[in-house]
């Protein structure tokens, strides 16, 4: 063998070595159940898809449904290293995640468009609120890609039509949403999506404003069959994957950290429209109606009422989040409510309902505006 072939041997050599040293296997974790829609539509694909681009490089420990992390733990166990990525709600981080969960309260603004809303407060988390990114440095993690619901609606356990109706009822709400319980004359009370089904079932609520997503991912239309089908708000400013810094910087390479990078919005976009706007159609038209629950139009009542609420949300929610410590309140919703002009206009325009336009727009004005070796 010449010396140009053993070296060029030795070289390819050194190369798989590397490859084979910085293969990495990294934990998932959630608290999120493994038939939760978020999980089969989103997370899996995403798990096959970046361990096939790096060529086996990257692997998963896929631990859904609380068993390493719950809801509320997730930001503390992946900032411990329970798990190198993890899916935190900040509503239930709030005290560590104040600011975020400025764009957390806006659930009501751009109410009847959650495309556009999802959208708008990825991107002024990550590129208009400083304070935001220093609450995810602080946990010693960043924001990879995020998630958000489709627009909530009212589930009861018996039917609701108006304000009387709801009167003395205990409502699941979260966050901002306690304002528009009340608004609409229930009783809010805080409960994590993972506990809504025995609170139903015990009688510790009589209904919740969620996604229709939920009837399937947890089991609700086995226990409340009555749907008000009026846009409440959407979720937004969730975490579908929080990355640890150290893992990010210590245990991938350039090149994985791409790949993770690349496929992030994807991951997004399906979690957003193929877990929920895309399943909630389904719902209302096929799956609701063969598990027995009904649809009821919203009286003018309560539609006068949540308009009302909309109206004054964005003095009500920099308010009351500045007395609970956020920072520069006022700014950060402008600017929110600037980028969600912008993209109601790409989600009506571009992306109308497909998710490959929403994965394209979501690299295009957010993350391609950022460097992944300097976040």
């Keep these: 063998m010449t010396l140009g072939k053993t070296l060029a041997a030795g070289a390819v050599l050194a190369g798989l070595a ?17 038939k939760s829609r978020i999980n089969v539509d989103a997370m899996e694909p995403f798990f096959k898809e970046t361990t096939a681009a790096s ?41 560590d995640l104040i600011n975020n969960n400025i764009l957390y309260d806006t659930i ?101 404003v969620m996604a229709l997503n939920w009837m399937v991912s947890f089991g609700i239309h086995d ?5 008000l089908d009026y846009p409440m708000g959407s979720s937004r400013g969730l975490a579908l994957m929080t990355m640890r810094y150290d893992t990010w910087y210590k245990k991938l390479n350039k090149e994985q950290r791409r790949i993770l990078w690349d496929h992030a919005p994807m991951a997004a976009a399906r979690a957003i429209l193929v877990a929920y706007i895309q399943l909630d159609e389904k719902y209302r038209t096929t799956i609701g109606p ?35 410590g956020a920072q520069n309140p006022d700014k950060v919703l402008k600017a929110f409510i600037k980028n969600l002009e912008k993209w109601k206009n790409i989600s009506r325009t571009e992306i109308k309902g497909d998710t490959a336009a929403f994965a394209k727009a979501l690299k295009r004005e957010v993350y391609d505006k950022i460097d992944p070796e300097k976040i």
């Design 18 to 34: 590397f490859s084979q040293a910085r293969a990495t296997e990294l934990v998932y974790g959630t608290g999120s159940g493994a």
């Design 55 to 95: 060529k086996g490089s990257i692997t998963w420990k896929y631990l859904p449904g609380n068993q390493i992390v719950s809801v509320r733990s997730a930001l503390k166990g992946t900032r411990d290293g329970l798990v190198d990525v993890g899916m935190v709600v900040p509503v239930f981080a709030r005290k």
């Design 108 to 208: 009501h603004l751009g109410h009847d468009d959650p495309v556009a809303a999802a959208g708008a407060a990825y991107e002024t988390i990550m590129l208009n609120c400083p304070n935001c990114q220093k609450e995810w440095k602080k946990n010693k993690q960043f924001l990879l890609a995020p998630y958000a619901g489709s627009s909530n609606v009212l589930v009861c356990r018996d039917p609701v039509k108006t304000i009387a109706d709801l009167k003395g009822k205990k409502v699941r709400g979260g966050g901002a949403t306690h304002r528009l319980v009340k608004a609409i004359g229930g009783t809010p009370i805080s409960t994590p999506p993972q506990e809504l089904a025995l609170a139903l079932e015990r009688g510790g609520l009589d209904c919740a």
């Design 223 to 227: 226990l409340a069959k009555h749907v």
């Design 290 to 324: 063969a598990k027995g629950v009904k649809f009821y139009q919203a009286g003018s009542d309560i539609k006068d009422a949540i308009n009302k609420l909309i109206a004054g949300e964005e003095v009500a929610i920099g308010a009351a989040i500045k007395k609970q």
